[in-house]
Structures are given as C-alpha cells and as structure tokens.
C-alpha cells in the first residue's frame, strides 16, 4: 500500500483495548515484552483505531494520568502506544489518529498531554505542538525516548501530507 492510497477509505474509531493489540505486538514489541498495559480496562480510558477497509492500520491509546513534567496540570492525560502500520508511516494515519485524540481531550477538558516517546519520532509529536522536556532516556528492550508534552487544544501546526476523511 503506498502513501497514493484512497483516503476516503481511511476512518478513525474508538475501540476496545484488544483490537489495538496486533499493531502493538507487531510495532512497538517485536522482541516481545508486555503489549497490555494497567490503565487499559479504565473506564475514563480510550483506545482508537485507524482503519482502511476495516483493516487496523494505526492504533493509540489516552489516559487520565498526571504527568510528570507538570504537575500542576488539572486535567492530564498520557498518550501510550501509538502504532502505525511501517507500509504506510507518512502516509497520514498518525495524524489522523493524534487529531482524533486531540478533539477527544479538549471535549474531555483536558488541559496537557503527555508521552514518553521514541526519539525516532518526537519530530512527529513536535509538528503537533509538542516539547521534548527530558533527555533521552532507554527504555529497555524498547530504546531510547524523550518525555514530551504539549498544551490541550495544542497550537496544532499544519503537519505534511495528506488530510484524512
């Protein structure tokens, strides 16, 4: 599949823990490691999907969690496990799947979000609004990340690529 897919077919979902599960296992611990998480069964939990053709292409997961380089936040929330399929990374999923959490938070009230995320990918984050706020630490058996956080509704920058339906 290439990044000339058709993105009418592209749509973004909540869904149960599970069905993020493959991508998870598949994306972020190919040499095994734990793919279910404590949170992931909270109520105020949510977990979404992208999908083309009812095929899961992306998946992320938001959680009420107080975040460690702010604690004085009142409302916020921890982005964990976002997955995208490696055929279609630039393509546009993670942008649809961050936007669509996005939304989620401001309509949910809340006020920062915050990840741990691979320094492969804080650029990605940092298009969004993100700030590295750590230095890059190893997770181990995972790999070097960075703590980020930005304000919710972020100052969401235009990000290349695609927009999705």
Wanted: aromatic share 8%; glycine share 10%.
């Amino acid at each position: 599949m290439s990044a000339d897919h058709d993105w009418a077919t592209l749509t973004v979902a909540q869904v149960p823990a599970e069905v993020t599960h493959p991508l998870r296992r598949s994306v972020l611990r190919p040499d095994g490691g734990e793919i279910t998480w404590a949170g992931d069964e909270d109520p105020a939990t949510f977990h979404l999907a992208a999908r083309i053709d009812e095929r899961v292409v992306g998946v992320v997961r938001f959680s009420p969690a107080p975040c460690p380089w702010r604690p004085e936040a009142r409302a916020p929330w921890q982005l964990r496990g976002m997955a995208t399929d490696p055929a279609l990374r630039g393509a546009g999923v993670g942008r649809a799947l961050l936007v669509d959490g996005l939304i989620r938070l401001t309509d949910r009230g809340s006020d920062v979000v915050w990840c741990d995320a691979r320094v492969t990918a804080a650029g990605f984050y940092e298009r969004f609004g993100f700030t590295v706020v750590t230095e890059p630490f190893d997770k181990p058996g995972i790999g070097p990340h960075v703590g980020m956080v930005a304000d919710v509704p972020p100052p969401v920058r235009r990000a290349g690529g695609r927009r999705s339906g």
